[in-house]
């Protein structure tokens, strides 16, 4: 008895001769094609699609509609998977602890120098060290007009 990539298995009984000569049935030979295709792709991508995106691609580029349970099957078969990638961080922004009081009510305008000063604090995170650093922006309001 063959496999699906036509290897020979166990002895079944069956004659050595009687086993090269048969025809190949339609499906194990769309499962060979299928086969080809999945060591393909998974060459062109780079050894990263797991079985559903190896399946939407195969479908899509060869308008077929293989299901994704023949692809994953076939997959293991060959012992082709996914790696497995490390995820991106994503910054979560916080909310303020202490807001300030708004004394300012949006009025930057200024009588005279050094009236009205307005400040800003950011926060950085260094990569790799769980650090952080501030950067405080100072800046003085004043009429260009003045």
Known sequence: ML??????????????????????P???AENLKLAEL???????F??????????SWINHFNHTNYSKNRIHRIMKKLGIHSAIRKNKKTYHS????ATAENKLRR???????????????TEF????TGKKLYLSAITRLLNIND
Request: a negative charge; one cysteine or more.
């Open 3 to 24: 496999d699906w990539r036509g290897h020979h298995k166990a002895d079944d009984g069956v004659d050595e001769v009687e086993r090269l000569h048969r025809p190949v």
């Open 26 to 28: 339609e499906q194990e």
């Open 38 to 44: 999945t060591k393909e792709y998974d060459e062109r």
């Open 46 to 55: 780079c050894r990263i699609l797991g079985y559903r995106r190896m399946t």
């Open 94 to 97: 916080s909310k303020a602890e």
């Open 107 to 121: 009025d930057f305008n200024t009588g005279k120098p050094n009236e009205k000063w307005a400040t800003d604090v």
């Open 125 to 128: 995170k260094i990569p790799d």
